[in-house]
Nanobody, 115 residues
Framework: QVQLVQSGGGSVQPGGSLKLSCAAS????????IGWYRQPPGQERELVAR???????NYADSVKGRFTISRDNTKNTVYLQMNSLKPEDTALYYC?????????WGQGIQVTVSF
């Protein structure tokens, strides 16, 4: 069982920045892939960014060049640095980890981008 604890959400004006953190109870070095999804109001959950144990990363087209996923294996923590935020980035953001055949989710954290 992997527990994921998220922090760092909040409200920001368009053009601003936020950094999300996801602390895992398992060594993230052992986790096949870990990353972030989001669910805008009234929409389906979608992939934002993901990093694998092999070091590869992938991003949704809508966030490329603005968001950066990174990991600190010593702290078992994954980060999502979000810059140049837009109102359409408003969503509940979830940390996700895949370990073997199992999938785990964080509790979700709200990010709101508005004037």
């Amino acid at each position: 069982q992997v527990q994921l604890v998220q922090s760092g959400g909040g409200s920001v004006q368009p053009g601003g920045s936020l950094k999300l953190s996801c602390a895992a109870s398992e060594r993230i070095f052992n986790i096949n892939s870990i990353g972030w999804y989001r669910q805008p109001p009234g929409q389906e959950r979608e992939l934002v960014a993901r990093t694998t144990s092999g070091g590869s990363t992938n991003y949704a087209d809508s966030v490329k060049g603005r968001f950066t996923i990174s990991r600190d294996n010593t702290k078992n923590t994954v980060y999502l640095q979000m810059n140049s935020l837009k109102p359409e980035d408003t969503a509940l953001y979830y940390c996700n980890a895949r370990l073997g055949w199992n999938e785990y989710w964080g509790q979700g954290i709200q990010v709101t981008v508005s004037f």
